[in-house]
């Protein structure tokens, strides 16, 4: 039977490996696929905690219906990220983070 | 009628426009700034009856307050969007060379239309006491704001503009959840409002789990406000987002920021253990954004990097207001400070959205001879400017007075110190503007046509910040 510390240890792991994919990797759709394993550590952990139920003893419900909250903002985000990346793509055709330098002073 | 009432207000208003921009057959978009202005111009009156706040005991009381800070700053993000409404018509001409031309007068309508979906969303913001809620109502502002900074699809500035937009919110919005979800862990609730009395119940070990969920939080928000450690995105997304959305989100959006960080400070400040460090840590962003701010404004040559950097500089103003939260007198210098804001940054970015029309750049050199060309738009952008910069009998002035005078009282003195010298370097660049309109050659003599619309919006915007620095008692009135 897993505990709850081995739930967050999961949640942790992952939520390092978004970060890291954000700040090491160059290619867009990379990091965007970063960012949503940084949701989903999020997810994982307030499933964890509301199944646990620390404070209370029982089971809180409030932050598994935040996850789907969560889950339903990232599709918002990705429909118009992936939107931005391809007319990125359309007048660059690039998806490298280096490859933006326009602004620059 | 109740407060709430207002947020399905501006999106039913928002519905509307779409519903007529789809069935009106006409190439000019113009009414629909105008009608989407009027609309919000009659919730703001609404704003004014005596409404009722969500009643104890209702599901909504649990997620959303009418206290005076939501009802300020209610009216503050509808005084915002309805300038910013009506900016759009006189960026027509650029939305017209940057969009693929399948029609005349295609994608004008949503640019116009969209702004008012992000008014609601940041209305929730402001009004919301609960976790969930704030982070729903702040992901409808930001996605609909990531389409608006890279609305200008052709244009390579924008699209870069609104990529570090979308990467850098997307990655925020990470920290903000993940800090939402180790609160929750510790406190087992969501709802800012309970936090204190749950954290009083809890034991001393837990103290260290909860900081890293509130320091997870403030990185957040500090995307929001564009304050340090997240504040890198903000020249870049200023200088390529088309001016309007610009405008709209070094105001409304950082207003928004401000009220949540705001009301989670107003709850942690009665748990001993957390108060001293967060005030600690917040104390020492202001000191950081003031100093990065201003520093790095001074060398800037192009007009909206400079207000972007500018725009991080008064954030760490509007910190020091925060870090004196302890006096009575806070909230309502940094709701002056925000009203003082509204006007003077609006006005810049009206001069400055009808300069780079006329000029065709936004670089301080354009501004070159401005006196002779337009002597209206270069009295009101030096109004803009010296209200930015701090000269008495402005707006800008009574607020950064307020902010100093309560950092003092709460014995803030390194603050005030670097507050002061910070404030000579903004001087130093927002002169800058100035010496070009007044002292430089024009290289053409043409004068700059100025539209009705925009004459009006001058006009109101420079009456509010003289006023504001004459007679600033009924804003502070409004907060106490």
Redesign the interface.
Known sequence: MPTLANY?LA?GIL?AV??GG?MLRRS?II??MS?EI??N??NL??IA??RY????GHQ?F??Q??VF??IT?AA??VA??LA??V??YR??QTTHVED?D??K? | MNTTSLEFAVVGLGILLLLAEAFIDRTNKDYLAYLGAAGLAIILVLSFLPLQGPATGSPDSAFLTSDILSVFFTRFLLVSTIVVLLMTPGYKPVLARYLPAEKEGAGVGEFTILPLFVCAGLMWMVSAID??MI??AL?LAT?TL??LS?YL??N??S??????F??LG??S??FF??G???I???????NIVSLPQ?IS??PESSTLPLLFGVALILVALSFKIGAFPFQFWV??VY??APTPVTAYLSVASKAAGFVVLLRLLVALETVPVLAHKLYAVVTLLAGVTLIFGNLAAI????MK?LLGYSSVAHAGYLLMGVASLGSLMAIPAIGLYFAAYLVMTLLSFVVLMVVAEATGGEEISRFNGLSQRSPLLAGAMLLAMASLAGIPFTAGFVGKFLIFEVALKQGHFGLVAIGCITVAAGFYYYFKVARAMYWQQATEETPIPVSMTIKLLIALLGAGILALGIYPGPVLAALR
Do not use: C, H
């Open positions: 967050l949640s939520f978004g970060l954000v867009i990091i965007f960012l940084m949701l550590a999020a952990a307030l905690f509301s139920g620390l404070v209370s809180v409030d932050a219906i935040l909250f969560i903002v918002a985000e118009v990220g931005i990346i007319s990125l007048a660059r933006l326009t602004l002073f | 976790f969930i982070f729903v992901e996605i990531y389409v890279t699809r052709q390579m500035a699209l870069e503009a609104g990529t570090k979308l990467i997307a990655l919005t990470g959840v993940y939402i979800t180790w929750f862990g510790v406190t087992g609730t969501t749950s119940l809890l020249p870049d200088q390529g060398p800037q040559t192009n990097r």
